[in-house]
Structure formats: C-alpha cells, structure tokens
C-alpha cells in the first residue's frame, strides 16, 4: 500500500500537460490561461491627464505665468493637432491625452475660471509633470504582462481586453465522466426506503468539477452488477477523465478493481495509507484518459478529489507551487492510527488561525459543511498540540497556484 505521498508523486508522474485552445473572451473567465501575454503597445500609450484641469508648459509657470489663456479644451479620446501658444493652457479631462506641448497638469480645485477665458492658478507651488500618467509607466511595448499559467478570474479579464486579446489561449479542459454505483443509491428526487440512501455524491462530484470548469459530459449511476458496471466502465471510456464512486473498497459488491484489471486497464495503485479514503484506486489509459475510483461515503469521496483528482489537474494545468499552506490549529487533536489523516478544519472564532472538530466518521453527511479547508495529520505525529503548525489544503481549488 502507498503513503500518501507516494500515491501522489504517482499522481504527478503521470500527468502530462493539457492540450490548448482558443476562447472569446467572453467566454474565458475562471479559464486556465496557457501561454504568456505581452503588451501590444505602451500603457498608458500617450500621456494621460491623470485630473480634471488645465494642461500647461512649465517654463511658463516658472517664469511667472498665473493666468492663462484657455486655447482649446479637450476631451478623453481627442486628438489635438495645433500647437500651445505662449501662457496659454489647454482645459482637458480625466483620461485625455497630453498633446506633446505640455508637460503637467494642474487640477480643477487649484484653478478660478473668468469671464475673459483665461484661468487664474490659486495654488502656490505646482510641480513638473504633475498629474500626467507618462506613456509607458504601467507597461512598455513588448512587455511580458502575465506569466502562464494563471486564472482568468474578473482583474485579468479586463486587463485581456485593454490589450486587445479576444480570442484567450486557455487549457483545454478534458471531459469528465461521473459513474456512481450501489443498489442501496437512488436518485435525490426519489423517497428512499430505510435501507437506501440518495445519490449525494453525484451531484458533490458535479459541483467540484464545476469548481474546475470540467466539462461533464456523461452521469450515469449503475447498480452493483458485474455485467451492467463493466458496459458503463466502457461506454466511458471516451472521456478523458472517469471519476468512479463507490465500488472499490474490500466488500463482496465491490466490483471496480477486478473489472479494471479484466478490462486491461493499467492501475496505478488501489489503497493508500490515508483515513479517509483509504480504498482510493487511480488507473490510466495508453490514450492518456485518467481514473479515479473514489470511495462512497461523503467525506472519503470528498477528500480524496480534493487530494487526488484536483492534484492531478493542478499538474497537468502546469501549476507548480505546493497546494498545502501553512497554518496554526488552535486545538488539541490527537490519532491512534500510523495513516496520514486528513480532517475538515474551521476558521477560529479570532481569525487568527483554524480549529477541527469531531464528526462521525467518513459518512457523516454534514462534517465538511462550513470548513475552511483540509488538514493534514501526518502518519508519524501522534498528536498535534494546540498552536501548533500544520499544513492545510484551500477548498478553492486555484488558491495559492500563481
């Protein structure tokens, strides 16, 4: 059986980077971006009053200049072509360019207007190149803007489209099969019988892909037939990643693993030293499509997409940095196993820190409502005291990739 961290070195040996594609920009937020950005041009690409004033030449202050004649006002987005006359100024807005002539920009507050249309400067000192953004300061033609890869979220979408980038290089996500198994499973829309239960992991494995803008592309629940679970293993064999619930632990209904092999699939590993999620199998494709066989209780299903399949994305997405921060537990929490566990963990009441608290076991259906994240209780630490440090997976599944 694998540690936990031979399982997901596993895990990162085998994933291999995901194909690219083109997507409006419209379409690209939350989107892996594949490949670096550089600008266009300058930005700001002219010198950009940075207030609502006058645009002045500043040898004209300094020799002595405080009213100036207004010879044109302009507006953001005009073009000016005639040259500054000698203690005059130009009135311009926010966001305008500065024609080459003038060199700063006093703001409104400091300025009295007069009926003769010039404008007197209140203000006693000024100086030069005030108030103008320059051509250039935020970035140079040519520049790289943003390495890849990195979220799309909302700051960089708007950046994209001041570059001019409509159509956004993105990871091509692959497409996901979800394959739920037991007899004792039925749909959430159904009243079940004392001894069944309802399909809650679909549809938290359709939301954790969702997370990841995983295309699901095939749902289908299967009872616990040999005959019935190896026609729906094949028929989802088209799809490039297969997340497999229920059906991999040791009982007589559990069927995943002899099929798999019997089926010629390659199994990287079935069982990790973890609780939970011990019974975890991960399998691949010469294609290159991915398997993952999660175990059914919730929180096993839960923590071991989160450990395992968000790993697996996380490498071939080309994210490097660790998953895992660092942390303090606020609370005692002690293990008598020698697996690594792994438990839901809260944010402490001062912010400062997390806490854990105690649940059910693996099918306790409420144990990770309103966690922070997952910590980690390594395998060869007994006890973890109160303050002291532990590390602690984001539920966000892009936090702390870039």
């Known amino acids: 059986m694998l540690t936990y961290l031979e399982a997901r070195d596993a895990i990162r040996h085998i994933a291999k980077p995901f194909a690219t594609e083109r997507v409006k920009l419209s379409q690209a937020l939350n989107r892996v971006l594949a490949q670096p950005v550089y600008a266009d041009r300058d930005y700001p690409p002219f010198n950009r009053a940075a207030m609502d004033g006058i645009a002045i030449r500043f040898c004209d202050w300094d020799e002595g200049t405080r009213e100036f004649h207004i010879q044109q006002t302009i507006f953001a987005g005009m073009g000016v072509s005639t040259s500054l006359m000698k203690r005059a100024c130009y009135?311009?807005?926010?966001?305008?360019?500065?024609?080459?002539?003038?060199?700063?920009?006093?703001?409104?507050?400091?300025?009295?207007?007069?009926?003769?249309?010039?404008?007197?400067?209140?203000?006693?000192?000024?100086?030069?190149?005030?108030?103008?953004?320059?051509?250039?300061?935020?970035?140079?033609?040519?520049?790289?803007?943003?390495?890849?890869?990195?979220?799309?979220?909302?700051?960089?979408?708007?950046?994209?489209?001041?570059?001019?980038?409509?159509?956004?290089?993105?990871?091509?996500?692959?497409?996901?099969?979800?394959?739920?198994?037991?007899?004792?499973?039925?749909?959430?829309?159904?009243?079940?019988?004392?001894?069944?239960?309802?399909?809650?992991?679909?549809?938290?494995?359709?939301?954790?892909?969702?997370?990841?803008?995983?295309?699901?592309?095939?749902?289908?629940?299967?009872?616990?037939?040999?005959?019935?679970?190896?026609?729906?293993?094949?028929?989802?064999?088209?799809?490039?990643?297969?997340?497999?619930?229920?059906?991999?632990?040791?009982?007589?209904?559990?069927?995943?693993?002899?099929?798999?092999?019997?089926?010629?699939?390659?199994?990287?590993?079935?069982?990790?030293?973890?609780?939970p999620g011990k019974p975890l199998l991960a399998a691949s494709l010469p294609s290159g499509t991915m398997i993952f066989a999660l175990p059914g209780n919730p929180i096993s299903c839960f923590m071991t997409f989160k450990l395992f399949v968000e790993e697996y994305l996380h490498h071939c997405l080309n994210f490097s940095k660790e998953r895992f921060i660092k942390t303090t537990l606020k609370n005692l929490?002690?293990?008598?196993?020698?697996?690594?566990?792994?438990?839901?963990?809260?944010?402490?009441?001062?912010?400062?820190?997390?806490?854990?608290?105690?649940?059910?076991?693996?099918?306790d259906i409420t144990a990770t409502v309103g966690c922070d994240g997952i910590g980690w209780h390594p395998h060869h630490k007994q006890v973890i005291h109160a303050d002291d440090t532990i590390a602690v997976l984001s539920l966000q599944p892009f936090f702390n990739v870039t």
């Open 91 to 275: 009135k311009i807005m926010t966001g305008a360019a500065c024609p080459n002539t003038v060199d700063t920009v006093i703001r409104m507050e400091d300025l009295a207007f007069t009926e003769r249309g010039t404008v007197i400067v209140r203000s006693e000192s000024i100086s030069i190149g005030q108030h103008i953004a320059r051509q250039g300061e935020d970035l140079a033609k040519g520049e790289l803007t943003f390495t890849a890869p990195r979220i799309c979220d909302v700051s960089l979408i708007g950046v994209l489209a001041a570059l001019g980038i409509d159509d956004v290089p993105v990871y091509a996500m692959p497409t996901v099969a979800i394959i739920t198994t037991g007899n004792e499973v039925i749909a959430v829309d159904q009243q079940p019988r004392h001894f069944q239960i309802r399909n809650s992991n679909r549809h938290l494995l359709q939301a954790l892909c969702q997370q990841w803008q995983l295309p699901v592309q095939y749902c289908q629940h299967v009872s616990d037939d040999p005959k019935a679970l190896s026609a729906t293993l094949n028929e989802s064999l088209k799809y490039q990643l297969i997340l497999i619930n229920g059906g991999v632990s040791a009982g007589d209904a559990d069927y995943v693993p002899q099929i798999l092999q019997a089926m010629g699939i390659n199994i990287l590993f079935h069982k990790v030293s973890i609780k």
């Open 333 to 363: 929490r002690s293990k008598k196993s020698a697996l690594d566990e792994f438990f839901p963990v809260f944010r402490s009441p001062d912010n400062e820190g997390h806490i854990w608290k105690p649940n059910h076991g693996s099918g």
